[in-house]
């Protein structure tokens, strides 16, 4: 791995604990506004200084993040499909390699289908990825997106994850499972960072992204649980306890309950927010 790229990596996985707290904020590329998002810049803004990286899309990088900020940036490079439509997930290229350099970006994430009848034109289309990030020296994550109808365990997940390494992902974004992730983990050469999934109760998501380091995941890209906590300030501090600092989950929520401010709450303002916290996504 030529120096850049190696350079690009330590700005997402912190060189100090070798863990990473993304904050994932890119959900309006499929979900249009959803709730703690609606006002972009304002939500994201006091979130950054505790971001290892910011995964997001081009438009609200370009729209609603200042410049002038240090925190390294993951640009989504897929999508295509909404909430509403027939085939969600069924998602190709939105953004060429020289706009994510434009961008200074470090790297990309892209979603690969394992299992849905156009997994094939994911995986080249991430392939395809992997090949431009490994020439200009980026970071290419792939995204494991789950089918509405598929079952988020370890063996799916081990299956989509080892499919991504195979193909070259320099990181891996999944879902975490209950039962045997460590084995999704140790299939898996290279460093995976775990999603957050909806929103559930914050010692909950807590205990799932200690759950998750503790099998040997470097670190969360999360966003709900973040964004649509009662404190998201407060809550994205605990989830660094837990990723950095090894801090169990009661620790860290004590943590989050001594830091939460009133109303400091996103309040449920979108018009299908109900849609969104049905669908399976
Ligand atoms: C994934 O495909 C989404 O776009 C999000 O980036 C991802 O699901 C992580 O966010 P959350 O923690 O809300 O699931």
């Not at 959803?34 to 006002?39: A, H, K, S, V």
Request: hydrophobic share 40%; net charge neutral; aromatic share 6%.
């Amino acid at each position: 791995m030529d120096w850049g790229q190696k350079n690009r990596i330590s700005k997402v996985i912190r060189p100090k604990t070798g863990k990473s707290v993304m904050l994932a904020v890119d959900h309006g590329y499929f979900l249009g506004p959803t709730t703690g998002l609606e006002d972009f810049g304002k939500a994201v803004k006091p979130l950054i200084p505790y971001a290892d990286t910011l995964f997001l899309t081009r438009g609200m990088l370009r729209t609603c993040v200042d410049p002038n900020t240090d925190v390294p940036i993951m640009l989504r490079a897929s999508g295509g499909t909404s909430i509403i439509g027939p085939e969600l997930l069924h998602e190709g290229i939105t953004i060429s390699i020289e706009d994510v350099i434009r961008c200074n970006a470090v790297g990309i994430g892209y979603s690969i289908t394992v299992g849905m009848p156009w997994e094939r034109d994911t995986i080249l289309d991430f392939s395809k990825w992997v090949d431009d990030c490994n020439r200009y020296g980026l970071v290419a994550m792939a995204v494991t997106a789950v089918g509405k109808d598929m079952v988020r365990d370890a063996k799916y997940l081990g299956l989509a994850c080892r499919m991504a390494a195979e193909h070259g992902a320099h990181v891996v974004k999944t879902y975490y499972c209950d039962q045997d992730f460590e084995k999704v983990v140790n299939s898996c050469p290279v460093p995976i960072v775990m999603a957050g999934g909806k929103k559930i109760p914050e010692l909950d998501a807590l205990t799932m992204a200690y759950n998750a380091v503790k099998a040997g995941a470097i670190g969360v890209d999360m966003g709900r649980n973040i964004f649509q906590s009662d404190d998201p300030v407060a809550m994205i501090q605990a989830i660094r306890e837990v990723v950095h600092n090894e801090a169990k989950p009661e620790k860290a929520y004590e943590l989050f309950k001594k830091l939460r401010k009133p109303g400091h709450s996103p309040k449920k303002t979108v018009v299908d927010q109900e849609e969104q916290d049905e669908a399976k996504v």
